[in-house]
């Protein structure tokens, strides 16, 4: 089976900066487009950033200019760069990626990893 793991969150103060990490394991043939979404207390899941695996990226104009996503297509893996993080930031964050094994592409989640900004 496929697994999706997320790293690298954790308590960052107000400025701050953090890097997420998503690894793809398992049997699969390849993989599309990745992304991150995130979870606040009390608030829907949101997208934060797709990117294609050409690496064309898109961002959710909440964190346009302070996130940047990237993947390493060799070590199926995509990256999350945060900065200049404010206390709205703090949420769960989700890697998803789509992931084609024979014929079937499906959609595939991480468990998440918590991101705490200070106050």
């Known amino acids: 089976q496929v697994q999706l793991v997320e790293s690298g969150g954790g308590l960052v103060q107000p400025g701050g900066s953090l890097r997420l990490s998503c690894a793809a394991s398992?049997?699969?043939?390849?993989?599309?487009?990745m992304g991150w979404y995130r979870q606040a207390p009390g608030k829907q899941r949101e997208l934060v950033a797709t990117i294609t695996s050409g690496n064309k990226p898109y961002y959710a104009d909440s964190v346009k200019g302070r996130f940047t996503i990237s993947r390493d297509n060799a070590q199926n893996t995509v990256y999350l760069q945060m900065t200049s993080l404010s206390p709205e930031d703090t949420a769960v964050y989700y890697c998803n990626a789509y992931i084609l094994i024979g014929s079937v592409l499906r959609s595939y989640w991480g468990q998440g990893t918590q991101v705490t900004v200070s106050s």
């Open positions: 398992g049997r699969f043939d390849s993989i599309s487009g």
